[in-house]
């Protein structure tokens, strides 16, 4: 079983930056793409960035500039570093990551996980 958890959520004034954390544990043999989503108030879940095993990333318009995602592989963790927030990017900050877990020795197989999701507000 696989689970990831998040932390770092909470209360920033518009303008200031908070930094979330997602660690995944579990019998996982390895991690492709991890991620970052958001579903504020009576909106749809949206994209906020991605990263590959590789390092390779993408973000929404919406944030490029003021957001960075990275991830430690070592340690099964993706991070997002969010900077000049604004009150509209009040949200549920949800993770996700494609997880490869061994099912027999020799075959895999790939599970879509998500996190318990964290709560960012922004206001003053």
């Known amino acids: 079983q696989v689970q990831l958890v998040e932390s770092g959520g909470g209360l920033v004034q518009p303008g200031g930056s908070l930094r979330l954390s997602c660690a995944a544990s579990?019998?996982?043999?390895?991690?492709?793409?991890m991620g970052w989503y958001r579903q504020a108030p009576g909106k749809q879940r949206e994209l906020v960035a991605t990263?590959?095993?590789?390092?390779?990333?993408n973000y929404s318009d919406s944030v490029k500039g003021r957001f960075a995602i990275s991830r430690d592989n070592a340690k099964d963790t993706v991070y997002l570093q969010m900077d000049s927030l604004k009150p509209e990017e009040t949200a549920v900050y949800y993770c996700?990551?494609?997880?490869?877990?061994?099912?027999?020795?020799?075959?895999?197989?790939?599970?879509?996980?998500w996190g318990q999701g964290s709560l960012v507000t922004v206001s003053s």
């Open positions: 990263i590959t095993r590789g390092g390779s990333t």
């Open positions: 996700s990551a494609l997880v490869v877990v061994a099912i027999t020795p020799k075959s895999y197989r790939t599970l879509e996980v």
């Open positions: 579990g019998s996982i043999f390895s991690i492709n793409t």
